[in-house]
């Protein structure tokens, strides 16, 4: 090498570094390695983070939604087990027992009548399900004609438990009956009769 520098005119006699410089240059070197390291590792965490997040909390979207509907659900349920406790506890409720038989079953309807709040709790057991087209109907009998009370289409042989507003402006309610009708309903009484009872 000494041959050439002669040459190209740069015969400068080479000098030795100081040895600290040549700490200070591998120092700045992977310094800036060790810099690039650091930021790339932070992105990363940074992605991960982000996309855990973005990850996460649309994986907990959907069972904090379910959640809140379960919460809902239940809490309306309580609300109505409460409502139906304080008329059955009520103490102008008059209870009434109709045997029934449907379908060549045996079972009962349960009216618990407050006559202070005008509403009826109605229970029905051991009603036979409906054929597709028909459905129970209910009857307020009042001293003015019939009224229809609630439409229970019956699918299933669970009891069907109901709370009925009695009607306002259209007589006295003397009594209740209870029909087979079609699915929709009917304005009056049609089908054949369940039973009818004057309470």
Sequence with gaps: MVGMTDWLGMAAPPRTPRP???????GRAFASRRRLWRLAA?????????GGAGGGASWSYRPV?????????LAATIASLRDSLELVRSVDARVVWIP??????????????????HRWLVRCDGLAPNAPDQAYQLWFITDQGMRSAALMPMDHEQPMVMTLEMP??????VGAA?????????????GPKVFRRIL
């Design 168 to 173: 306002q402006g259209s007589g006295r309610v």
């Design 20 to 26: 600290e410089l040549k700490a200070v240059v591998l």
């Design 42 to 50: 932070a992105a990363g965490l940074a992605l991960a983070v982000v």
């Design 65 to 73: 939604t379910a959640l809140r509907a379960e919460r809902a659900r």
């Design 178 to 190: 209870m029909t087979i009708e079609p699915r929709v309903g009917s304005a009056q009484p049609q």
């Design 100 to 117: 029934v038989t449907t379908g060549g079953r045996v079972g009962g309807v349960t009216i618990f009548a407050d006559t202070a709040r």
